[in-house]
C-alpha cells in the first residue's frame, strides 16, 4: 500500500494512524515496529514486535538485547529499501513542479528501478 507523499516532517506514527494501517493489516501478520509507534498494539489489537528501552539507571537484561538484536535483523530489510528507493534524487529533493502527483509517480518508478536492481545482484 501507498500512501500520498507527505512532508517528511510528519512523523510516521501520525501516518500511521491517519491511513489507518493498524486496521487493513491482518491481526495474524506481526508488525516489526520501532519504538516511536509505541501504543498501536493496544490501540489496535495487533501483534507487534518492537525493540526494548533500556530502563533508566539499569542495564538492559541479556533477554532483552537479545531480542533487540533479532528485531533489528528483521528490520535492517526494510531500512536498506526504503534508502535504496531514496538513492534516485527526485524522491528525497523537494519537489517543485506543478504537474499533479508526479512526486507519487516518482515513488514507484523509484521503488521499481530498486527492485530491478535487487534483481540483478541476487
Aim: net charge positive; charged share 30%; hydrophobic share 30%.
Amino acid at each position: 500500500m501507498i500512501t500520498p507523499t507527505l512532508k517528511g516532517s510528519m512523523h510516521d506514527k501520525k501516518i500511521y494512524d491517519k491511513y489507518g494501517f493498524g486496521d487493513t493489516i491482518p491481526k495474524e501478520i506481526t508488525q516489526w515496529l520501532d519504538t516511536g509507534f509505541k501504543g498501536v498494539e493496544k490501540r489496535y489489537d495487533i501483534t507487534v514486535e518492537m525493540p526494548k528501552k533500556k530502563p533508566r539507571g539499569k542495564p538492559l537484561s541479556y533477554e532483552d538485547r537479545e531480542n533487540n538484536k533479532t528485531i533489528s535483523a528483521i528490520r535492517i530489510t526494510s531500512e536498506h529499501a526504503i534508502g535504496g528507493i531514496k538513492r534516485l534524487g527526485c524522491v528525497k529533493d523537494t519537489y517543485r513542479n506543478r504537474i499533479g502527483n508526479l512526486e507519487d509517480k516518482f515513488i514507484v518508478v523509484s521503488a521499481g528501478i530498486w527492485n530491478l536492481e535487487i534483481e540483478n545482484v541476487a
